[in-house]
């Protein structure tokens, strides 16, 4: 073998190489990093049986009137991450925020994460706590999955109330999302890696550093899980077993809608036909991030009290 071909074929193979070490290195560091920290998650909320699991549930406030919390697609941990809304909540309702089997201290599930099924295992946690009548209040793909809730127990619902929530029919609404490479990079150890490098993503947001690092935790044990995984691929299929659908035309909507979003073509249009679809709709535009509540909470937790004030 000539000497320089001898050379590039060596210098070919590390640079193969190195790549793949680094690779073995933060999987190995994830793997390790993920069992230590599991030791230091700590309970909050109460565990309530449903399906022969636990569901975890956050319920503060001791108001009149109930109000359901349910969180959007990959929220690792809702009954933290609703902290804002809740502390603004609490004063005037009894606020309920439902885990979903795969989020939070909640239990992993097989059961497939359909809208039916999703909705079913929440209502089983409220019936386990007695509750049966209340405002549904959700964000993003809990849009998606009041829906489905609505023509399920129609009867127990005084309004739904969305934050920033999906709607059927949305642009990109059957596009997959690649969970084999999310799961891949998260085994890696390269989702870790490039949250270490990244912002604070709670920078300036009204929660504690202790609710801050359980937040950091939870997402590290539950966004690439089995079950918040299916829930993904299961997200176009959720859509379209929504497709067309409108609430009960009796049943009123409060609509908070981010006004100045560019990610779905006609938002604020698709968000004022489903309000007019019913006889009573609303719909509030504010000028904020896709999770509204981490910012927005006051104003509304103002414009939902007035809302249902207002109801006969």
Not at 98 to 106: A, H, R, W
Not at 275 to 281: F, I, P, Q, T
Request: glycine content about 8%.
């Amino acid at each position: 073998m000539r000497k320089p071909l001898k050379i590039g074929l060596i210098t070919a193979g590390v640079i193969v190489a190195i790549p793949v070490l680094l690779l073995g290195t933060t999987a190995a560091v994830n793997a390790v990093a993920t069992r230590a920290e599991a030791s230091e998650i700590t309970s909050y909320g109460q565990l309530v049986p449903v399906d022969g699991k636990n569901m975890n549930v956050v319920v503060t406030g001791a108001g009149s009137e109930t109000i359901v919390l349910l969180p959007g697609l990959g929220t690792a941990a809702p009954g933290l991450d609703f902290e804002p809304l809740i502390a603004e909540l609490s004063p005037r309702y009894r606020v309920v925020a439902v885990e979903p089997f795969g989020t939070g201290l909640s239990d992993a599930t097989d059961t497939e994460r359909t809208a039916e099924n999703i909705s079913r295992e929440v209502h089983g946690a409220l019936q386990e706590l007695g509750i049966d009548r209340y405002v549904l209040m959700g964000h993003s793909i809990a849009g998606i999955y009041a829906l489905e809730y609505s023509q399920l127990y129609a009867n127990e619902l005084i309004a739904f109330v969305g934050i920033d929530s999906s709607v059927p029919d949305q642009p990109g609404w059957d596009e997959p999302i690649p969970t084999d490479a999310l799961v891949a990079v998260n085994g890696l150890g390269i989702t870790r890696l490039l949250s270490s490098l990244a912002d604070d993503p709670y920078k300036g947001l009204p929660y504690d550093a202790k609710t801050v690092k359980q937040m950091s935790l939870l997402t590290t044990k539950n966004a690439a899980a089995p079950t918040m995984v299916n829930e993904m691929k299961n997200t176009p299929s959720n859509f379209a077993s929504v497709s067309g659908k409108t609430f009960p035309k009796d049943l009123p909507l409060l609509l908070f809608v981010r006004a100045d979003d560019t990610d779905v073509d006609g938002w604020l249009d698709l968000h004022e036909q489903q309000a007019a679809s019913v006889d009573n709709g609303r719909v509030i535009t504010l000028r904020g991030e896709h999770y509204l509540h981490h910012t927005l909470s006051p104003q509304i937790v103002e414009d939902t009290s007035a809302f249902l004030a207002a109801l006969p």
